[in-house]
């Protein structure tokens, strides 16, 4: 089912923890916490036959929604023991919660983890500050089957990174909206299945917290369907500058535009137009200059770098960006580190060896350094991976997870090329365009799920994916 862009809203902590005090205003933040704990008991015994429980409880409002957990599932008749990490502080939330709990309180929980049929992981959620002691790694590392509240603790909501150690939780059940570390790895690895619960909390807040992060998914963006009325020049023009050394690339990007469909694809071949006329009926050659296929208003889409010796991606990059086409900038326009060479581009598609190369080490995190990235050089980056990262110059950006580790095959990357200049050629934005091309080359990963697909498989599966979408 195709969701609201709204669902699709990913919060950082420090922006869950505005959402929090907002929502407070109308709420009290102990009915909020009543609320968390209620809807990760539903989850729990939805998924568990009753067995003998422990709750770690941090000193938080994590642990606050695990003393609620705790009196749910004993009123359920669950054996429960509780084992307070820190205490709550005075006055607080978390202590009124803890207050409610009538059970008794176990000091030593190393004694008794190994052997609870379930964990509760309710140590750090939003709050979570520096790395996990050793005192908290190792107890957790004895626990058999974890069921994680709003995350599993240590891993860092904003970025998905392990902060010392974390536990692999079987459930993760968060709260009003996901966060990043939810989707971005290692974070990801450590989920689980992940549920989203409402607890309330309206999501008018949203309006003014200003979101910036979406899970890449349908929702988000919406591809042109076929009308009655189309044409090739309507459907876009997809136009693509050819190798004169290696031609696989670009015959893959010129495949993938057809399949996902494109009104029709142009290659400018540097060398030979031989093995490009040959490899399929459909590709038009192009006969004319460069300057002078520039020239033509309908081909406002060009496809740079699958294929091209950095020379040839240096010189063709110039004069397109010249042109003021659209221009989507991949491999071959990677080779060196030259941010400058980039501005004027539309979107780029590097995989982290080439954005380290161009862009350099990434210092704090991949949403940022992708952020940073785009403003530099004005185009929407797609930093490809396991968790591809779709950033704007305006500071939006999208994290998919929609893929499916088979895509990780030679000119994959040039199909992903293939897809989005379609997606921008049918007049989709820059951003729209690079979010829904990731998906699609996603979908088609997943749709050959039963075989290991080549580049072609691939693009032969991208007409079903955007039937999908
Ligand atoms: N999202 C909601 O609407 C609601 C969320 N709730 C839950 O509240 C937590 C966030 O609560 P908060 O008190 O801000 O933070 P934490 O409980 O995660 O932890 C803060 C606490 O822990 C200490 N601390 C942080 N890191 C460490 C560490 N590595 N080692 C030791 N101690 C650490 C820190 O100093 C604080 O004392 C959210 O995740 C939800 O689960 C509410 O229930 C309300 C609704
Ligand atoms: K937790």
């Known amino acids: 089912m195709r969701k609201e862009a709204s669902s699709l809203i990913l919060l950082t902590p420090s922006q869950m923890l505005e959402v929090d005090k907002e929502a407070a205003k109308t709420i009290p933040i102990i009915q909020l916490m009543e609320n968390a704990g209620w809807a990760v008991t539903q989850e729990v015994v939805k998924r568990y036959k009753p067995c003998s429980v422990l709750v770690l409880c941090g000193p938080g409002n994590n642990g606050g929604d695990g003393y609620v957990v705790a009196r749910l599932l004993a009123k359920k008749g669950w054996p429960v023991r509780v084992a307070a990490i820190g205490r709550p502080k005075v006055g607080s939330d978390a202590e009124q919660a803890a207050h409610r709990w009538a059970g008794s309180i176990v000091e030593h929980p190393e004694d008794y983890i190994e052997k609870s049929g379930l964990v509760i992981d309710a140590l750090f959620g939003a709050g979570l500050s520096r790395n996990i002691d050793s005192y908290i790694s190792e107890l957790l590392r004895k626990a058999r089957r974890v069921v994680a509240i709003d995350t599993p603790s240590g891993i860092d909501g904003a970025t998905g990174k392990v902060m010392g150690y974390a536990p692999h939780a079987e459930l993760t059940v968060t709260f009003f909206r996901a966060k990043p570390g939810h989707y971005l790895l290692p974070g990801r690895e450590y989920m689980g299945e992940l549920v989203i619960k409402d607890i309330a909390i309206s999501p008018v807040i949203l309006s003014q917290i200003k979101p910036q992060c979406w899970l890449n998914e349908p929702g988000l963006w919406s591809i042109p369907t076929s009308e009655v009325e189309d044409y090739k020049y309507r459907r876009g023009i997809v136009s693509i500058i050819g190798g004169s050394v290696m031609t696989g690339a670009a015959r893959l990007s010129a495949h993938a535009a057809l399949n996902v469909g494109a009104g029709l694809v142009h290659i400018f071949a540097l060398g030979s137009h031989d093995i490009y006329s040959s490899s399929s009926a459909c590709f038009v050659i192009d006969k004319d200059s460069l300057e002078t296929s520039l020239q033509d208003s309908r081909r406002k889409v060009w496809v740079c770098g699958p294929g091209l010796l950095l020379g040839e991606a240096k010189e063709i990059l110039s004069k397109l960006i010249a042109s003021n ?29 080439e954005f380290i190369r161009v862009f350099g080490e990434i210092k704090a995190d991949k949403i940022s350094a992708a952020r940073v990235a785009a403003q530099q050089t004005g185009a929407v980056v797609v930093l490809k991976g396991a968790d591809t990262i779709i950033a704007s110059p305006d500071g939006r950006v999208a994290i998919n997870q929609h893929a499916s580790p088979r895509l990780a095959t030679a000119g994959s990357g040039d199909t992903l090329t ?28 997943l749709l050959c799920e039963h075989s290991w697909p080549t580049a072609e498989m691939l693009a032969n599966n991208l007409g079903k994916a955007r039937d999908n979408a």
């Open 325 to 353: 086409v659209k221009i989507i900038a991949d491999a071959g326009v990677f080779q060196a580190e030259n941010i400058e060479m980039l501005k004027g581009v539309s979107i780029i598609t590097p995989h982290i060896g």
């Open 418 to 445: 293939g897809v989005i200049a379609t997606l921008l050629a049918a007049g989709m934005s820059e951003w729209e365009s690079a979010c829904a091309g990731v998906w699609l080359h996603g979908e088609a990963g």
